[in-house]
C-alpha cells in the first residue's frame, strides 16, 4: 500500500529499475519461446528422409523465424540500455559462447537459404547439415550462456541449462508442427514431443538437485524458495498436461501447453536472479542500473518502440495462424 503524502508517479519513477529488470526477462522469454520452436523444427528435420515433408518444415516457421531473431536483438538492446555493466560483463566473461552462439545462428540461417540455390544432392546434405547444427548448438550454447549467468563456472549445471533449453525446443517445435500439419505427420512427431518433455521436466529437477548439493553459485537458498517450487510446480503441470493432450490428438491446446514450458523457464531465470542481476559478481539490479536521467529518457523512448513490437508480431502471427497447405499457408 502506497504512502497517500507520496505521489503515485514518485512510486512509479522509483521502481523503474525493476520494470528494466522485468522488460529484459520479458525479451529473453520472448526469443526462447518463438525462436525455440524453430530451433526444435530444425533439430526434427533431421528425423525426415521425405523431400516433401521437409520442405513443410521449412515452411512452417518460414514467414516468422527471421522476425522471431527480432527478440534477441531487443534482449541485447535493453540489457545494454539499462544495465550497460551486466551488458559487458556477461559478454566479457562469457565471449566464446556468446561467439558460438552467433555462429551457430548463421549457419541455421545460412542453411535453408543456400539449400534452394542448387539441386545438387550433395550441395543439399551439406546445408541440412548446416541446418541442422546450427539448430541443435545455438540453443545449446544460448542455454550454456544462460547457466554462466546464475551458476558462473559451475559445470554440470551450466550444461544441465544448455540440454535443457535443447530439449524444450525441440518440445515447442513439434507442438508447433503437430498443429500447423496434417493429423498424420502430427501423429508421427508428438513421440519427440512427448519423449522431450520428459527429458526437460527430468532435468530441471536434477539440475535444481544439483545446484542444492552444490550451492552452485551461491544458488542453493533461492533454489529452496516458495517461488522457485511454484514455478517447478507449474512446469510439470503444463509437461504432463500437454503430453496428454498430445496423446488425444488436441494439438492447438497442446502447443498452448507446450509454449508455457520456456514461458515458466524464463520465469525460473527471473527469480533465481532478482534480487541481483549478476550473480557472478553479487550485482544488484539496483547497482547495475544507469542513472535515473539515461533511465528515463530509455523508457520514454524505448518503451513506445516495444510496444510497437508487439502489436506487428500480433500482426504477424495473425496472418499465419492457418495450417499448412501443401508448402506454404493457406492463409
Do not use: C
Not at 522476425?67 to 534482449?75: M, P, R
Not at 541455421?108 to 550441395?123: A, C, H, I, K
Not at 541481483?276 to 550485482?283: D, Q
Amino acid at each position: 500500500m502506497t504512502d497517500p503524502l507520496i505521489p503515485v508517479d514518485t512510486y512509479l519513477v522509483d521502481s523503474l529499475p525493476e520494470v528494466w529488470f522485468g522488460a529484459v526477462m520479458f525479451a529473453l522469454g520472448m526469443y526462447i519461446v518463438l525462436d525455440g520452436f524453430d530451433f526444435g523444427i530444425g533439430m526434427l528435420y533431421a528425423t525426415r528422409a521425405d523431400e516433401h515433408e521437409r520442405e513443410t518444415f521449412l515452411a512452417a516457421f518460414g514467414p516468422v523465424w527471421d522476425a522471431n531473431e527480432v527478440w534477441i536483438v531487443a534482449f541485447g538492446t535493453m540489457l545494454l540500455a539499462a544495465f550497460p555493466r551486466v551488458y559487458s560483463r556477461l559478454l566479457a566473461d562469457n565471449y566464446l559462447l556468446a561467439l558460438g552462439f552467433v555462429v551457430a545462428l548463421v549457419f541455421r540461417g545460412l542453411g535453408p537459404e543456400l539449400r534452394e540455390q542448387r539441386e545438387d544432392e550433395r550441395w543439399k546434405r551439406y546445408t541440412d547439415y548446416a541446418f541442422v547444427g546450427g539448430s541443435v548448438f545455438a540453443p545449446l550454447l544460448l542455454g550454456m550462456l544462460a547457466g554462466r549467468w546464475l551458476f558462473g563456472e559451475a559445470t554440470l549445471p551450466v550444461v544441465l541449462t544448455g540440454v535443457g533449453l535443447v530439449a524444450v525446443s525441440i518440445v515447442t517445435g513439434t507442438a508447433f508442427l503437430a498443429a500447423k500439419t496434417d493429423p498424420e505427420l502430427a501423429s508421427e512427431l508428438r513421440s519427440y514431443g512427448v519423449g522431450a518433455t520428459v527429458a526437460y521436466l527430468g532435468g530441471v529437477v536434477v539440475l535444481l538437485g544439483t545446484v542444492v548439493a552444490t550451492d552452485a553459485g551461491g544458488a542453493a537458498g533461492a533454489v529452496l524458495s516458495l517461488p522457485v517450487a511454484a514455478v517447478v510446480a507449474l512446469s510439470i503441470v503444463a509437461g504432463v498436461s500437454g503430453s496428454v493432450l498430445a496423446r488425444r490428438g488436441r494439438y492447438r491446446a497442446w502447443l498452448a501447453s507446450a509454449l508455457a514450458l520456456p514461458t515458466l523457464l524464463t520465469l525460473l531465470v527471473a527469480v533465481l536472479l532478482y534480487p541481483t542481476v549478476y550473480p557472478p559478481t553479487g550485482l544488484l539490479v539496483r547497482e547495475a542500473v544507469v542513472s535515473p536521467l539515461a533511465l528515463n529518457l530509455v523508457t520514454v523512448l524505448g518503451f513506445p518502440v516495444l510496444l510497437l513490437v508487439l502489436w506487428y508480431f500480433k500482426f504477424l502471427y495473425g496472418v499465419f495462424s492457418g495450417p499448412i497447405e501443401g508448402e506454404g499457408y493457406g492463409g
